[in-house]
């Protein structure tokens, strides 16, 4: 046996990081955001005014980005099909 061997079970996790490494900081930069800022702010959304903490805007906006990513990678899947 090599010195160079690792378990079967770490060459899962390196090949998990290496595809998403990114997807993991933009991960623990929104976390930060979210724990750094939790004042309440107000915002006006068409007709309405709301007023709640600042953390929940930050994830709204993280997740709508995530939800039209996925659409857009769909769309462009599905056209090269």
């Known amino acids: 046996m090599s ?17 998403r490494w990114l997807a993991l900081v933009i ?3 929104v976390i930060v955001l979210i724990v750094a800022n939790r004042d309440p702010v107000s915002f006006n959304l068409v007709f309405t005014s709301f007023e709640t903490p600042e953390w929940v805007v930050i994830l709204v ?3 709508l980005g995530g939800i039209a990513g996925w659409i857009a990678k769909t769309r462009r899947a599905n056209r090269k099909a």
């Open 3 to 19: 010195q160079n061997s690792t378990p079967a079970g770490d060459g899962a996790v390196v090949a998990f990081l290496k595809r």
């Open 27 to 29: 991960l623990v930069v």
């Open 61 to 63: 906006t993280f997740v």
